[in-house]
């Protein structure tokens, strides 16, 4: 079996999928974190690797930028693979107070400027998006055994990269801690198909104050910590 957008056959995919928008970084995260890898996924060059950690059987799926993008490899993982838990590890422009950069923000919710949201229900209905729990509380738990303080909070995720229209000061001002394109988009999928689902994000530049940001080597290559986080908390979930 295929599909549309995804080579792979059945059983390629493990029930968990760490899902980078950059392919590279999935490259990355399979040949620097997991053992008997096998490359399933080439097509449009949006890897991706199963193999395993620690003894477990664990995925990795580039899916691009932005909620259209993400959610064709969502649909598909989740529809015709037996996909279950899908956790994003991604970058995010920094915005709260305190926020710094390489911080590893969790998102437990996340607004959003994108139709896609609106449009699922009816006028009137403002859907809030949220993290899977469990998913949140265990990955709380490991970054702070692994010394890590992660952020915690709602993320904005932006239907534009290129957007003066947001008022980001506001909504950093009301709590959002970071903004990216993509969170929204998964927990409102997870809602629909009923997987679970996590955002765990590291800080790749700051919306305000200080000009530094990382390059895009680095964010290929050395968010480490959010990386490490996700397949503890995937393989705590496991057991």
Request: glycine share 8%; charged share 20%; with cysteine.
């Amino acid at each position: 079996m295929s599909t549309p957008h995804i080579e792979a056959q059945n059983g390629d995919y493990a029930e968990t999928v760490l899902l980078p928008g950059d392919p590279l970084r999935a490259k990355y995260i399979a040949e620097n974190f997991l053992t008997n890898v096998k490359q399933v996924n080439s097509v449009r060059n949006a890897f991706g690797y199963t193999g395993e950690y620690k003894g477990h059987r664990i995925s990795v799926q580039g899916s691009g930028m932005g909620i259209p993008s993400m959610s064709i490899y969502i649909n598909e993982l989740v529809r015709f693979y037996g996909v279950k838990t899908i956790i994003r590890v991604g970058s995010c422009g920094g915005m709260a107070p305190g926020v710094k950069l390489r911080d590893v923000c969790l998102a437990s919710g996340s607004s959003t400027d994108s139709a896609v949201v609106a449009n699922s229900f009816a006028a009137g209905v403002h859907f809030a998006p949220l993290a899977d729990f469990k998913l949140l509380d265990t990955a709380y738990h490991v970054a702070k055994n692994m010394g890590i303080e992660p952020k915690v909070g709602d993320i904005f995720a932006a239907d534009r990269f290129y957007n003066d229209d947001i008022d980001m000061k506001k909504l950093a001002d009301y709590g959002v801690i970071g903004t990216e394109m993509e969170s929204a988009g998964l927990y409102l999928l997870a809602a629909k198909l009923h997987f679970r689902a996590l955002s765990v994000l590291t800080v790749s530049d700051l919306l305000f104050g200080s000009q530094e940001k990382t390059t895009a080597a680095e964010r290929e290559k050395t968010f480490n910590d959010m990386i490490k986080i996700s397949l503890e908390t995937a393989i705590a979930q496991a057991d």
